[in-house]
Nanobody
């Protein structure tokens, strides 16, 4: 079983930055990839970013390209989502996912 714990969310003004962390109890899980998803209020959960366990093949979706980036620290069993240039439409609960396991999420609110 894999436990995923997200942190780093909060209230930020438009144009601001946050770095989300997802710490896994182990990196020894079946899937080769880890993912960040988000669920805006009243909307479906959507994919934001993915990265291979090795740290390779980082990818973000078009809507956040140029503003968000994903990385991982294998020593800390942690995957990061760096979010810059935040917009009100980035407001959502952000979730970490791998191998059928979800974290509980961390809320990001972008508002002035």
């Amino acid at each position: 079983q894999v436990q995923l714990v997200e942190s780093g969310g909060g209230l930020v003004q438009p144009g601001g930055s946050l770095r989300l962390s997802c710490t896994a109890s182990t990196f020894s899980f079946s899937s080769s990839f880890m993912f960040w998803y988000r669920q805006p209020p009243g909307k479906e959960r959507e994919l934001v970013a993915s990265i291979h366990k090795s740290g390779g093949q980082p990818n973000v979706v078009d809507s956040v390209k140029g503003r968000f980036s994903i990385s991982r620290d294998s020593v800390k069993n942690t995957v990061y989502l760096q979010m810059n240039g935040l917009k009100p439409e980035d407001t959502a609960v952000y979730y970490c996912y791998t191998s059928g396991y979800w974290g509980k999420g961390t809320l990001v609110t972008v508002s002035s």
